[in-house]
């Protein structure tokens, strides 16, 4: 039983066509690595596989929960780190989940400080470490390596397969490399070599592909 | 999981003072009045409701920018629909969220508003009265418009043009009900109504539209 499944899914962005039929299962333990340039579509790949986007073509399925991490840290600023991962934590019903997110991350020790005051490197790990805490089968990581030094991104791929051992999953996009033993690889071209764009009828003009959802 | 949402937007509107500013406006307002029509206190009598509603509409203005737009740009928004939350449920928490931060103090403030202008007691009662069915309808209005120009810079402005002609039933009810008996109080209950129902699916979907 997978876990998310892309059918055919199409993906066009202000008329530009960024991917086209692509098709993927994630199962359980299972890890997807996409890469690609900058504009090649990784982003909304992630987004419409949290079903913020809808494809243009195509279907996403499946069932179990998902955690997403993107660019924003999406933690509240005036927060302590702690208060802020409880929030979503609370929302998960799974408060008891923070600390040990937080140790994952090696955050322990800045669990009292404002998020206002983290480094860059510090609020990605906090943004991962929500992921952590939320218990989702399915993880969606949008570069999650950005801003990372060496021993933190060992934390993440240590982190990641910890999950996967679990029967997670994980679909990671990145332009950065991260270790993932056994990944599937999706590479994305950038959009326009050799495609032209899908919106062909110029009186239509972008909002064409409304119309085939 | 809808009083988190609640408790959430009503401690970011106090801890920014965001909550405080309103409040601030709509004394400000009352307190100009008298500079600007003269120390007639027969005068100010009669016309200060009119001038208290007239204040509590140009206060709901102010919060409009903060409603949405910061949670759809920090990506809050994202994260409460991936959880499975549907727009209009995050909506309606932001509603009820925005109401409980902005109309009490409004309700409050009324109060040293009505001494500066000398208003009768029982023109002070049929105020607050009305601004208690009348402030649902502000804060859908608010809100729903927040929404809609969350993605906008700047849109403060064209946010005060869409709520005003708008909230303009809610005023000539609201004003109207300072003469006395209950058909104005009826209609501004019913508008109040209106507006709180459709607020949580318009502002779901504008929250909806704006992340594609």
């Known amino acids: 039983m997978s876990l998310l499944t892309f059918c055919d899914v199409t993906c066009v962005r202000g008329g530009r066509m960024l991917f086209d039929a692509l098709s993927f299962a994630l199962e359980p333990g299972a890890a997807v690595l996409v890469t690609g340039p900058n504009g090649a579509g990784k982003s909304s790949l992630i987004r419409i596989a949290a079903g913020l ?29 702690a208060k ?17 997110a937080l140790e994952a991350t090696a955050l322990t020790d800045l669990a009292a400080v404002p998020m206002r005051f983290l480094s860059t490197g510090q609020r990605r790990r906090a943004a991962f470490a929500r992921v952590v805490a939320s218990g989702a089968p399915v993880w969606l990581l949008d570069e999650p390596a950005n801003g990372l030094d060496s021993d933190a991104l060992a934390l993440l791929e240590a982190a990641i397969a910890a999950h996967r051992a679990n029967g997670g999953a994980a679909l990671v996009a990145s332009h950065t490399p991260v270790d993932l033993p056994g990944k599937v690889p999706i590479q994305l071209h950038h959009p326009g070599e050799g495609r032209a764009p899908v919106t062909t009828d110029p009186q239509l003009g972008p909002g064409l592909h409304r119309e085939r959802v | 999981m809808i009083a988190t949402l ?17 409040v601030a406006f709509f004394l400000l307002v009352a307190i100009l009045f008298p500079f600007a029509v003269g120390p007639n206190a027969a005068l100010l009598a009669r016309v ?32 409460l629909l991936v959880r499975g939350q549907s727009a209009a449920v995050i909506a309606l928490a932001k509603l009820a969220a925005h109401w409980l931060s902005f109309a009490p103090p409004i309700l409050l ?28 309808g502000l804060a859908a209005l608010a809100l729903s418009v ?13 946010a005060g043009l869409l709520i005003l002609p708008l909230a303009i039933p809610l005023l000539i009810f609201g004003a109207g009900s300072l003469d006395g008996g209950t058909g104005a109080l009826k209609l501004l209950a019913a508008v109040s109504l209106l507006l709180v129902a459709g607020a949580p699916f318009v502002a779901g979907a504008a929250i909806r539209a704006s992340l594609d």
Request: hydrophobic share 55%; proline share 6%; aromatic share 2%.
């Open chain 2, 109 to 136: 403030a009324a109060l040293p508003a009505a001494a500066l202008l000398d208003l009768p007691s029982d023109t002070l009662i049929r105020v607050e009265i009305g601004l208690l069915i009348g402030t649902p």
């Open chain 1, 84 to 100: 802020a991962l409880a929030f979503w934590a609370r929302l998960d019903g799974r408060t008891d989940a923070v600390a040990a």
């Open chain 1, 53 to 81: 986007l809808r494809p243009a073509g195509g279907t996403v399925d499946g069932d179990a929960s998902r955690a997403l991490l993107t660019e924003a840290a999406t933690l509240d600023e005036e927060l302590p780190l």
């Open chain 2, 6 to 22: 609640i408790l959430r937007d009503i401690r970011r509107a106090w801890i920014g003072g965001g909550a405080l500013l309103p």
């Open chain 2, 48 to 79: 200060g409701g009119g001038v208290l509603w007239a204040a509590a509409l140009l206060a709901a203005l102010i919060p409009v920018e903060r409603l949405v737009a910061p949670d759809l740009a920090s990506g809050v928004i994202d994260q």
């Open chain 2, 146 to 158: 927040g929404a809609l120009t969350a993605t906008l810079r700047g849109a403060g402005a064209l």
